[in-house]
């Protein structure tokens, strides 16, 4: 596993990733998908590397929705994120559409990976416990 891949996408997910919510249907009940929300492509590339390489995340299992404003080009914008993130279009959920934005064009709209496999999520909670133990001790893992 790559240290510092590592230690980046647990900061990623950590900050710009959903935690685990109730589940509205069943009493008692939550809800723990991986997902992450953000604009940069940098940022989504890293995080799609590390859930691929070092959580072993089958591209199968892989979800991704965009958000974008009235104005923009949807299918570019799509086509954009796929390239980018290595998911298919087949695989990305309904694209939300907002109100005219005011920056209508200039951007490539906001990019959500989500991934549904729990023992995944805690295996990242575990990760994301240990890393921060060990930079709060002085002994992390990262050189």
Request: charged letters at 35%.
């Amino acid at each position: 596993m790559n240290d510092k891949r590592r230690l980046a996408s647990l900061i990623i997910w950590w900050c710009e990733g959903t935690k685990a919510r109730r589940d509205k249907r069943w009493k008692n009940s939550y809800i723990r998908p991986i997902e992450v929300t953000n604009t940069d492509p940098k940022l989504i590339k890293l995080f799609m590397d590390f859930v691929r390489k070092d959580l072993q995340i089958e591209d199968i299992k892989l979800k991704a929705q965009i958000q974008i404003h009235k104005g923009d080009n949807q299918e570019e914008i799509e086509k954009f994120w796929s390239k980018i993130s290595g998911i298919p279009l087949s695989q990305f959920n309904k694209t939300i559409v907002r109100e005219v934005g005011k920056k209508v064009g200039k951007t490539r709209g906001t990019f959500k990976v989500r991934i549904y496999n729990q023992k995944k999520f805690e295996e990242m909670e575990k990760l994301l416990e240990t890393e921060l133990e060990e930079i709060s001790s002085g002994s992390s893992s990262v050189g």
